[in-house]
């Protein structure tokens, strides 16, 4: 049999594919220059704006450069992660190249390539995503299909439109419908494009009786719409959600296509959801999405897909208006958006496209099932509550709470994982609802929570997991592997570590949230330690050490403060803990504050406090030597000078005028000695005070202060490698029973140790203390001249 002919590739689109794959093995090969080319690369000034050269480089160089720029000065791997780009995202890549190659064919040949990139992109789409009989607009900006559609459902409104504009719209004024949780802005943006009034934008409620937080209230919408047409206006387009950005929850869509079609207006659907329409088995409420007026996908974070366009779908019968509207257009160089998708949907195939949305929608399901086991962890994307209304008495509200709970069948499949830490007995049973908490308390656990998503990002990146802020549950961390996993590469053992991550850090969060209290009320004990009321903080809280001294001016004393604290926090810092000191937040109102971060089991509290007070105490008496040093030793020296004077007077009224003069007095000292007494002085800088120097000299002195040097102080007694703030026994299931008996016999041998030296001590005789003593007073003690010989002599 005849083998079919080889046809020749056109060798430019060769050259094309092969200069797109060196690009990309230099920008993704991580190789980093040598030392030489840093220093070279310092010294030279292609990394700052400037002149274009007059001669060319070669792409190795431009490449070099663009490398560059991507990764700054980031010299470790780690820090040179990228999304991950697969073979389908090179295809990708290559469109752009080809787009711009194809454009410069010929008019006729071109227009016959666009349109059938187009026709077959189109085909596609609508087949894999069940819209039937559907038409395409592709746009850079996701939200530019919106736009197009809103100004579709202008011109079918407004017949004269195009002649006469705005001034149609004065007189029946449109209104644009959305839901509250829709992405924010969105409602703006469209206002802003269109040359509408804020007027003209219906923000519709959520639920806030039966169903999900996260859904349009469709009965309230119904009633939105009758107010405004009895009032003359025009409802023109509704905007719904597959998937609102924050929780993943979709809207009853097959309810809001009947309202659409009862007020003839145009519904538009959009969300992560819409993603699911390429599997087999689809929940009703997405399914619906089918039949609305238009839908909006974005194939590229699903598929993994870099720079493809967004697709909007849409139905519409008037090829003209859909001419005005500006979704089609005459120029075949337009059509080319299209290009990078259809490469990309040709390499990945129906089974590989069908494959991501499932293994993305798998990944859903996993960790949901493991969330479901762990008891302090509440899930936001299966359970909705209805509140109860009022009843007058309170009676039966108390019996039923204030929360029912339903299941949604249509939330069970959505591929959005929303979780929250909550503690069983001090969060509300619905898994989401916030009402009831007390004063604070939603605050507390919306920065554990938002700490909790960082940490879980930070250890394990691949798994996508980010913080989002709902308005009813507050902050949660947000699992959604259809816009995160192809792009990261995330595999089911992400999600097995992500799990494991969080059941370590579950404990943490506990703990914290029970000695949050009780390091407050320790703080509150100590008369030097000030409570910071900051409930943004993941944390125990946060202190301040105030300092003892009133009689300063308010400038001073907060600069002692500052300088105490800062100190303080420099020594908690250098510890051998595992606690976190922090000088708080950064918009943090409260300055001059020592933050303390996460807490375990086995944390000491009272310890903790004490330590806190122990140190600043320290830093402020050491503090006070510095600060007051120029007075105190101006007044110090004023009375020695005082003393010395007074001295020098009684001096000279004990041995006389004539025995002051040097001939003379040296005569009468020799036939008649005088015996004066020499005071010694000691000088106190702490103090700023002149002291006697009898009690230094004085043998009973001495002893006393010997005794008080061998008395040992009082300290915390701890096992080996056990460390700061840590109570023994409260981690005992970690240690095993070898090591618990050798720390016990070390601690038996240490006190054992100690009892044999002060039993050696107490054998001494204490005449031989009093005699040590007594030679170490003679050797320090100062005499008169003259008098040292006799003084030895009587002491013998």
């Given at each position: 049999?005849?083998?079919p002919?080889?046809?020749?590739m056109?060798p430019?689109l ?7 794959s060196?690009?990309?093995?230099i920008?993704?090969s991580?190789?980093l ?18 002149p ?5 480089q ?5 490449l070099?450069?663009?490398q ?8 470790q791997?780690g ?9 389908q ?10 787009a711009?190659y194809?454009s ?9 390539l666009t ?15 069940r819209?039937?009989?559907?038409s ?9 299909g ?11 409104h407004?017949?004269d ?5 705005f ?16 992405r ?9 494009q ?36 009895e ?7 509704l905007?719904a ?7 993943g929850?979709?809207d009853?869509l097959?309810?809001?296509?009947e309202?659409?079609v ?6 538009h659907?959009?969300g ?15 399914t ?12 590229g974070?699903w598929?993994?897909l870099?720079?493809?366009p ?5 139905r519409?019968?008037?090829p003209?208006?859909?001419?005005a ?32 949305i ?7 399901q ?19 509550h209805?509140r ?6 309170g ?7 204030s ?6 069948e249509?939330?069970l ?6 979780f ?20 604070g ?16 990002a930070?250890?394990?990146?691949l ?7 709902l ?5 949660c ?7 995160t996993?192809?792009a990261?590469g995330?595999?089911?053992n ?7 991550k ?5 404990p ?6 029970r ?6 009320d320790?703080?509150?004990?100590q ?10 903080w993941?944390?125990?809280?946060g202190?301040r ?5 009133t009689?300063l001016?308010?400038?001073?004393r ?6 105490i ?12 803990t595992?606690l976190?000191?922090s000088?708080?937040p ?7 504050c ?14 903790l ?11 402020e ?10 007075e105190v030793?101006?007044?110090?020296i004023q009375?020695a000078?005082q003393?010395?004077?007074k001295?020098?007077e009684e ?10 003069i ?15 007494s020499?005071?010694?002085?000691t000088?106190?800088l702490?103090?700023g ?13 001495q002893?006393?202060?010997e005794?008080?040097l061998?008395s040992?102080?009082s300290?915390?007694?701890?096992f080996?490698?056990q ?9 005992s ?14 601690s038996f041998r240490e006190?054992a140790?100690v ?7 107490a054998e ?5 203390h ?7 007073a ?7 001249e ?11």
């Open positions: 049999m005849d083998k002919p080889v046809k020749m056109d430019t060769a050259e094309m594919g092969n200069h797109l060196d690009a990309m093995k920008l993704e991580g190789k220059e040598s030392e030489q080319g840093k220093e070279r690369r310092k010294l030279s000034w292609k990394d700052f704006p400037g274009l050269q007059g001669d060319g070669d792409v190795v160089s431009i070099q450069l663009v560059n720029l991507m990764h700054g000065d980031d010299d791997q820090h040179r992660r990228m999304q991950y780009v697969g073979e995202g090179h295809m990708a890549l290559l469109g752009h190249s080809l711009a194809i410069v064919l010929e008019r006729e040949r071109l227009r016959k349109t059938r990139i187009l026709s077959d992109t189109t085909l596609w789409l609508c087949r894999l995503f819209y039937e009989n559907g395409a607009y592709y746009h850079e900006d996701d939200r530019e919106l736009v197009k559609m809103c100004r579709l459902a202008i011109n079918t407004y017949e439109y195009a002649t006469e504009g001034t149609l719209l004065s007189s029946k004024h449109p209104v644009i419908y959305q839901s509250a949780a829709c924010p802005g969105l409602g703006q943006h469209l206002c802003s269109l040359g509408l009034p804020l007027s003209s934008l219906c923000i519709v409620p959520c639920n806030t009786m039966f169903g999900s937080l996260h859904q349009m209230d469709v009965a309230l919408l119904d009633k939105l719409i009758r107010d405004d047409r009032s003359g206006k025009l409802p023109l387009l905007i959600n597959a998937g609102t950005p924050g929780a929850h979709t009853k097959s309810r809001l296509k309202l659409c009862q007020y003839n207006m145009w519904l659907v959009e992560v959801n819409l993603a699911t329409l390429v599997l087999g088995q689809v929940s009703s409420t997405v619906a999405a089918t039949k609305c007026d238009s839908i909006t996908l974005t194939p974070p598929l993994g870099p720079a493809v967004a697709v909007t779908l849409y519409h019968e008037d003209a208006l859909s001419l509207a500006g979704l089609t257009s005459s120029q075949p160089v337009e059509k080319l958006r299209a290009l990078p998708l259809w490469l990309s949907l040709q390499y990945l195939g129906h089974d590989g496209i069908l494959q991501r499932k293994h993305a929608s798998q990944l859903s996993q960790l949901l099932e493991h969330l479901k086991t762990l008891a302090s962890i509440k899930t936001s994307d299966v359970v909705s209805s109860v209304p009022p009843i007058s008495g009676s039966l509200r108390d019996v039923l709470g929360l029912i709970l339903s299941i949604v249509d939330e499949n959505s591929p959005v994982v929303v929250r830490f909550s503690q069983d007995n001090s969060a509300p049973s619905s898994g989401g609802s916030v009402e009831g908490y007390l004063a308390e939603r605050d507390i656990l919306d920065a554990l929570n938002r700490w909790l998503g960082e940490q879980l930070q250890q394990v990146p798994s996508g997991v980010d913080v989002v802020e308005e009813d549950e507050g902050t961390v947000r699992f959604s592997p259809l816009m996993a192809a990261l995330t595999q089911e992400d999600v097995a570590a992500l799990v494991e969080l059941g370590e850090m579950i943490v969060l506990s703990c914290t949230l000695f949050r209290q009780d390091f407050k320790e703080v509150l004990q008369a030097s330690l000030s409570y910071i009321e900051d409930q943004s993941p944390g125990l809280g202190v050490y105030e300092a003892r001294t009689d001016d308010e400038d001073k907060q600069y002692r403060v500052e300088r604290n800062s100190d303080l926090l420099k020594k908690l810092m250098e510890l051998d595992d976190y000191f000088d708080g950064e918009f943090c109102e409260e300055k001059n020592i933050f303390i971060g996460m807490a375990t089991e086995d944390l000491d509290v009272a310890e406090v004490e330590t806190i007070v122990s140190i600043g105490r320290d830093i008496e050491s503090g006070k030597l510095f600060e007051n040093m120029t030793v101006r007044r110090g009375e000078e003393q010395l004077q001295a020098n001096k000279l009224m004990e041995e006389g005028v004539l025995r002051q040097p001939l003379v007095g040296s005569v009468l000292n020799w036939f008649s000695p005088v015996q004066a020499v005071k010694g002085r000088f106190n702490a103090e005070c002149l002291d006697s120097t009898e009690p230094v000299y004085s043998v009973k002195a002893m006393i202060k005794a008080s061998d040992p102080k300290v915390t007694k701890r080996p490698g460390k700061l703030f840590r109570r023994h026994g409260a981690g299931d970690s240690v095993s029973d070898t090591s618990s008996v050798s720390q016990l016999e070390e006190t140790h009892q044999a030296i002060d039993a050696e001590e001494v005789p204490q005449e031989h009093v005699h040590i003593v007594a030679e170490m003679l050797s320090d003690q100062r005499v008169p003259g008098q040292e010989t006799e003084s030895v002599d009587t002491l013998r």
